[in-house]
């Protein structure tokens, strides 16, 4: 059979990696948990008392990773297709933050302003008690330059950093023609990411750099961030297709590759941590989407909801930390399962609402746009 991946792919991909996300806002953060919220319960008790829930809920954070693979992945088949714009790629991500911001931050601010020491602290973050506060909150968190807002907005002061650091990447590559160069070069980008560059600062002539905007944001990336430069990598070279080809010769290759995400997940989670990101990630897309090969139709669940992953990403958050009573529904069944199901439900329901107002609000617009009279050329 003929392997591929495509966009389809891409999208059932942020489909899992967007659930491994709530999973991990939802479970791997006691200290989060609403007031009163004694835990979660399972049917098998270990589950929980033993620790594997905390473990996998921590693990699962290997979504990051996956975000950045693919959105390296998409960066650079949108510019061999010569479709690709570093300025429109930047507004078009700042377009799906301020829609989510619009109509989310209004709804924080004015009715989940609370206090009190018998809530969450997550819930107070709205009690701003003066104008000029408020106004600076609302401005510096509008441009990405603040994420007290919610703070798992983080990720767009560095997913715009990759994006251009990213673009000269291709352009500095572009006439290498051998993989394994690449790919060292990958590697070296994530060893001086992950430990040169912030080891720095424990030098004193080098301790300024701590304050440095750029220094900060450009060179010491967190730790997931190089995988954005392996999805350039293995989408320049084809390289997830050929390892998918390969793993299709193997006999029961979706059972095979279902073992297979299970027991990276195992490394990654017992053996080595976080070390091996931008190994695992590479194994765990060639296998996932290999297993969504086998099963077409849990592959479209997840591409529907890897659709709405951005706009999932932006919103869940409100929902199981900083909205108080929506953090009482998501945390009303002390399933792990169940909750997040509902955590998800809210979260999708939601951007496709948020989808449809907007799409709406561009039809009216167009029609408008198209009574109004066109202006006449007058020939002199």
Known sequence: MHSEFSREDTKALKGIAVVMMLLHHLAAFANRYPQGFEGFNSLWEGFVTEGYLGNLATNVRLCVAVFFFLGGYGMY?????????????VIGLFKSYWKVFVIFVPIAFIFFRRSGDDICYLCTRYDVQDMKTLITVVVSNFFAMSDSINSEWWFIQTYICVMFMGTFYCIATKKNKYFVVELFIVFMIDILTRSFFPALQSFSNFNILENNFFYKRLLTLVNPAPCFFAGITFAKFDAIVKLKEQLSKIPCSTIVSLIAVFAVMWCRGYVLGDLLDIIYVIAFTVLVSKFFDGIKPVKKIFGYIGSHSTN???????????????????????????????LLAMSLISSVIINFIFGKSADILTAVKKKLPKKSSCNT
Do not use: P, Q
């Open 77 to 89: 088949k949108r510019m061999e297709s010569g479709k690709y714009s570093l300025l429109n790629s």
């Open 312 to 342: 999932i990403w932006l919103i869940h958050s409100f929902y199981c930390y900083y909205f108080l009573e929506a953090t009482k529904i998501v945390y009303c069944t002390r399933s792990i399962w169940a909750d997040l199901l509902i």
